[in-house]
């Protein structure tokens, strides 16, 4: 299997301060993104925090690595790894706060998908998303963690409402704010030719049309 791989960040036209961060580690195929709040310097202190921790951890388990690239082991076996090293960024990133007043309550998204052996592991809090574009169609693998995706799933309100809706972007869950954090994780088969894309609400959130977003991606 081969992996092209491509990261980019941008302050884009109306902020002065970037809080997101990411990792693009071809070789040791894990590549994540992260959208860090908080304000100030802590959004971007709770993104780096977590993207340094998501690639130590799993780092550390390169020969664990190796057997899933022999077909010793599945990639499931990293479940508990990503999930791990999200789960305990958060609690220090927590404790950091705790410390230090002007951090306090700074959190940051999280979406870390790892690929080995014909499979991809997806690990995510957040609003931040994975797509898959596979034969030229577009699929969301990642599921908002926002007031207003959980309203649309509940059937609490139509998708015309979700659009205007000036709770877009309060997040139901983050890396950080709180002790602890449920981290959604999901193993699933790679296919020849498949692109796949990791990135915050700064892009995400400008489109609602698939055929725009293949297209920028250029498959």
Same mark, same amino acid.
């Given at each position: 299997?081969?992996? !092209?791989? =491509?990261?980019?960040?941008?302050?884009?036209? #109306?902020?002065?301060?970037?809080?997101?961060? =990411?990792?693009?580690?071809?070789?040791?195929?894990?590549?994540?993104?992260?959208?860090?709040?908080?304000?100030?310097?802590?959004?971007e202190v709770a993104s780096a925090h977590t993207v340094r921790t998501v690639h130590r951890?799993?780092?550390?388990?390169? &020969?664990?690595? #190796?057997?899933?690239?022999?077909?010793?082991?599945?990639?499931?076996?990293?479940?508990?790894?990503?999930?791990? &090293?999200?789960?305990?960024?958060?609690? #220090?990133?927590?404790?950091?706060?705790?410390?230090? *007043? &002007? *951090?306090?309550?700074?959190?940051?998204?999280?979406?870390? =998908?790892?690929?080995?052996?014909?499979?991809?592991?997806?690990?995510?809090?957040?609003?931040?998303?994975?797509?898959?574009?596979?034969?030229?169609?577009?699929?969301?693998?990642? !599921?908002?963690?926002?007031?207003?995706?959980?309203?649309?799933?509940?059937?609490?309100?139509?998708?015309?409402? &979700?659009?205007?809706?000036?709770?877009?972007?309060?997040?139901?869950?983050?890396?950080?704010?709180?002790?602890?954090?449920?981290?959604?994780?999901?193993?699933?088969?790679?296919?020849?030719?498949?692109?796949?894309?990791?990135?915050?609400d700064g892009l995400h959130q400008y489109t609602n049309d698939a055929a725009e977003l293949v297209r920028v991606l250029d498959v």
């Amino acid at each position: 299997m081969q992996i !092209q791989a =491509f990261g980019h960040s941008d302050v884009g036209r #109306e902020r002065q301060h970037n809080e997101d961060c =990411f990792l693009n580690d071809p070789e040791l195929g894990l590549f994540v993104v992260c959208d860090g709040m908080g304000g100030h310097a802590a959004g971007e202190v709770a993104s780096a925090h977590t993207v340094r921790t998501v690639h130590r951890i799993v780092s550390e388990q390169r &020969a664990l690595l #190796e057997d899933v690239r022999a077909g010793r082991a599945e990639l499931d076996v990293f479940v508990p790894v990503v999930r791990g &090293a999200i789960e305990l960024a958060c609690t #220090e990133i927590y404790q950091l706060g705790l410390s230090d *007043k &002007a *951090k306090r309550g700074m959190g940051t998204t999280c979406t870390a =998908f790892m690929v080995a052996n014909g499979k991809g592991l997806l690990a995510h809090v957040g609003d931040s998303r994975l797509y898959l574009v596979r034969r030229g169609h577009l699929t969301q693998l990642s !599921q908002d963690h926002t007031y207003v995706a959980e309203a649309l799933r509940q059937g609490l309100i139509r998708p015309e409402e &979700a659009e205007k809706s000036p709770y877009g972007n309060v997040v139901t869950r983050a890396v950080g704010p709180q002790s602890n954090v449920l981290v959604d994780v999901m193993v699933f088969g790679l296919a020849p030719g498949d692109t796949y894309l990791l990135c915050s609400d700064g892009l995400h959130q400008y489109t609602n049309d698939a055929a725009e977003l293949v297209r920028v991606l250029d498959v």
